[in-house]
């Protein structure tokens, strides 16, 4: 099984900070998702990158996977209390198609 | 459409006592898969099926069952449940795509704790 290492962990900021989540491995993914989870539902996916070196935007998420398709890096700009939540990579292994998830990091933005 | 469905939301077994966690999606997706979710361990393949009749193992498989008679649903058996399998437990379905990568749409959860 193909290891995702997420961190941090836990952050806990003031709105209108800026932040980064790193997803990182030893291994290469075929592809990489993010997905995010709010207490008492199931994870929701909010973007999957497929090439190396990919970035794509959701309004103030920016999404990057690493050149060689081992890491990848969620950047969220002016973060709101509305972002609060647990997001999780997600990689699909290059087997197959089966999801191997990072630990998550449990994001707190306080107003 | 309801999505992916699981029944029920909260369960509270004693050790050795045996239970099965229901799965319904209403979207034909012909993938389905089991995770359980612990603190600080992310979501952890248990078992996954591609189709009718087709299961297989994931990364946690010990101590549950699977099968998978309909495209619907695929429930998942404890057979003598332990204080370990105190988790929060989601199902997920999702249509086969070329080089994979698909969009896994996810339950609400069932959360199981064993005394």
């Known amino acids: 099984t193909q290891l995702l290492e997420q961190s941090p962990q836990f952050l806990s900021i003031q709105e209108g900070e800026n932040l980064t989540v790193y997803c990182n491995s030893s291994s290469v993914f075929s592809s990489l998702q993010w997905y995010r989870q709010e207490p008492g539902e199931g994870p929701v996916l909010l973007v999957t990158v497929v090439t190396g070196g990919e970035v794509k935007k959701l309004k103030r998420l920016t999404f990057q996977f690493g050149d060689a398709r081992k890491d990848s890096s969620l950047h969220i700009t002016a973060a709101q209390p509305g972002d609060t939540g647990l997001y999780l990579c997600?990689?699909?292994?290059?087997?197959?198609?089966?999801?191997?998830f990072g630990e998550g990091t449990q994001l707190t933005v306080n107003p | 459409n309801a999505g992916v469905t699981q029944t029920p939301k909260f369960q509270v077994l004693k050790t050795g006592q045996s239970m099965t966690l229901q799965c319904a999606q209403d979207m034909n997706h012909e993938y389905m898969s089991w995770y359980r979710q612990d603190p600080g361990m992310g979501l952890r393949l248990i078992h996954y099926s591609v189709g009718a009749g087709i299961t297989d193992q994931g990364e946690v498989p010990n101590g549950y069952n699977v099968s998978r008679s309909t495209t619907e649903d695929f429930p998942l058996r404890l057979l003598s449940a332990a204080p370990s399998q105190t988790s929060v437990y989601f199902c997920a379905s999702s249509r086969p795509r070329s080089g994979g990568g698909e969009t896994q749409y996810f339950g609400p959860g069932t959360r199981l704790l064993v005394l």
């Open positions: 997600a990689g699909v292994e290059t087997s197959g198609s089966r999801l191997t």
